[in-house]
């Protein structure tokens, strides 16, 4: 059973992300509080969820927390300022669109940048071992996921639906068949022979 909190009796809230290792589309990050008496023994870390778990458990965080957000930060961004800045850009969005201050933050991971005036704890794995956390990386992953589908549609030749723009042999072939688009990543080693890409 994951744990409620790391540190009472502040209000405490987890972030997480997803989409780091991507070529394609953004990174996303969330960030929620959960109530002290919240629980739910399907939750985990997203990765070792089945995908419809994840969307079976989205609307019952969503309903249970007492506030989240979630937030972009998209390629451009990405290429300019790298995916690890990026990375924490996305959850500082997330933080800062939440409807209550938190008082403390719990961060899967060992980085983090810090947030203005209120300190944070970074938990290795702590996606899976800390409610809100896991809960955040469900709507990151989540959210991401449905971005993808939507860009799939417009670009269905890289089944960004199935892979969601992570670095699959299908994803790359279909690179090296179809060149890139707006929504690659054009600062990440898309393929072994990058220098041949055409931008």
Not at 17 to 22: H, I, L, N, S
Not at 108 to 135: M, Q, T, W
Not at 148 to 177: C, D, Q, S, V
Request: hydrophobic letters at 35%; a positive charge; one cysteine or more.
């Amino acid at each position: 059973m994951l744990k409620s909190y790391f540190r009472k009796p502040n209000v405490e809230a987890g972030t997480d992300e997803a989409g780091r290792g991507c070529l394609a589309g953004p990174v996303t990050a969330a960030a929620l509080i959960l109530p002290e008496q919240f629980t739910n023994e399907l939750l985990n870390d997203s990765k070792l969820l089945t995908p419809n778990n994840r969307t079976f458990l989205r609307p019952i965080i969503e309903k249970s927390c007492t506030c989240f957000a979630v937030a972009h930060v998209f390629p451009e961004e990405i290429d300019s300022i790298n995916i690890l800045n990026a990375s924490f850009l996305a959850m500082h969005k997330a933080i800062e669109k939440l409807n209550t201050n938190p008082e403390f933050i719990i961060v899967d991971g060992n980085r983090f940048r810090p947030f203005p005036n209120i300190p944070h704890e970074c938990i290795v794995k702590g996606d899976g071992k800390y409610l809100s956390i896991a809960a955040a990386s469900v709507l990151a992953k989540t959210y991401r996921d449905d971005y993808m589908e939507k860009l799939h549609e417009e670009f269905p030749m890289y089944n960004w639906k199935k892979n969601k723009g992570y670095p699959t042999k299908e994803h790359r072939e279909a690179i090296r068949a179809n060149g890139i688009t707006k929504y690659h990543r054009k600062s990440f080693r898309l393929l072994p022979e990058q220098l041949k890409l055409p931008f």
